[in-house]
Structures are given as C-alpha cells and as structure tokens.
C-alpha cells in the first residue's frame, strides 16, 4: 500500500513565508478547493490520503514536504530553514511515527524536504538559503550505512532544489536549468522547462504518472511529447505561497 501524508490549508495562509516571490493576496478558500482537488488526485492514483487537521497557527502547514524525508527504511525529521516552521515538526513525526524509524536533523543544521531530490539509492540535498551543510553531513551519517549515495547541489534562483529540478520517470528529470546544472544528475535523461515557465520543474511521480499543476500548458505539451502520463491539478493558488505540488505530501510505501 502507499500513503501520502497531508495536511489541510492554515487559514492564516496569508502570513506565509516568501522569499522569491512577492506577496499577493491568497484566496483561502480556493486554495481549500484546490488542495482538496490534490487529494482526490493522490486517491487515483492508488494512494491512500491520510488528512491532518489544519494548524491555525503556523501559515506554512500545508507544506508537510519540507519537515520530513521518508525512505523505505527510515524517515528523518527534518529541522526547517524558516524558524516559523519548525513547531510543524512534531505532528507530522507523530503521523509517521506507527511506519518508520525516525531519525532528527540537530541544529545548526538546517533542511527543508524541498531541497532534498531521491533517485533510486541517490539523495541530491539542495545547499540554498533554508537548507545547510551541516544537515546535509548528518543527513549522511544516517544514510550511508543505509545504502544511500548523498550528494550536495548548488542551486540558485529559486527557493528549493525541488523548485528547480524534479524526477518525472524512472530515468528522466524535469529540469529548469537556469536554477540546476545538468552536470549533478550523471546518468539521467532530461526534458527542460519551457523558457517562459520558470516554475515548471515541480511534478510528483507517482509509479509511472506524474501529478502536474495546469499553468505550465508548454512544459505540459513537452512531457506529453515524451510520452509520460499527468494528472492534471489546478495549484495556483498556493502556488501564491510558494508552494508546488510536491510540498503538499508526503508519499511513501508500507
Ligand atoms: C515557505 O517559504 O517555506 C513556504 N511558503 C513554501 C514552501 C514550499 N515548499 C516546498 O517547495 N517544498
């Protein structure tokens, strides 16, 4: 069975952090319908929803990717770049908790889920303004015994690694690569972003489909090209916060 963990939209949305963007005002209610539309769009796709409560205090909630790295053998609780966003730890540990061997990233070290790409037994850690080396060091004490390869990757421009580069099927990324080199991911295929959707990269692969936002048509017109599957969801309106269609879950297997 696969899950994917969520989390419903703060209703203090508005007083999300940004840090590429410029503030414009959230429709609360549309990112609600939205959101739940993402949903239904992770059950077509096989995947059990667990729903959390909403957190009226932390405006970031809704972005349950960045607190946490789940892998087959254990999950880390990450220790978020934004310090508005650390207290949304605790509870999505607890929801992880009956699954996994849960591990902690310590201060100083500092990582958001966005920034952390895993490609079969490879994890790509974005070193950007949330995410340290310090956490991606111990990211590796826990991970290497485990098998894993973890490899640190520059990224400029935009705020996660995930904002900038994304898997798309077992051997291809989606790639802006104004905001990645190519050079970090030896071995895989690429499909670019269209020049004119800067915020295309972010897509959810679930087996072999991906779960892509409507406003990218060009990029979308590319990866039907290539022959991969989408499921198409509107994301706009958290996209105001920042947010992509990876953020809102947490996907793993039991
Ligand atoms: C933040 O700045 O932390 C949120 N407003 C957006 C987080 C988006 N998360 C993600 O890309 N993984």
Redesign the pocket.
Known sequence: MNIAITRQVSPDINQ????HIAREPIDYERARAQHKRYQQALRTLGLDVISLDAEPDLP?SV?V??VALVLDECAIMLN?G?AS?RPEVASVEKALAPYREIFRIQPPGTV???DILTVDRTVHVGISS?STKNAIEQIKVILEPRGYQVRAVNVTGC??L??AVTQVSKDTLLINPEWVSRDDFPGMQFIEVDPSESYAA?AILVDDTIIYPSSFPKTKAKLEKAGINLVIVDADELAK????V??CSLIFSV
């Open positions: 999300c952090e940004l840090t970031d972005f990717e960045d978020p934004a966003r958001d889920g966005g949330r705020l996660h995930k904002s972010n916060a920042e947010g992509a990876t953020c």
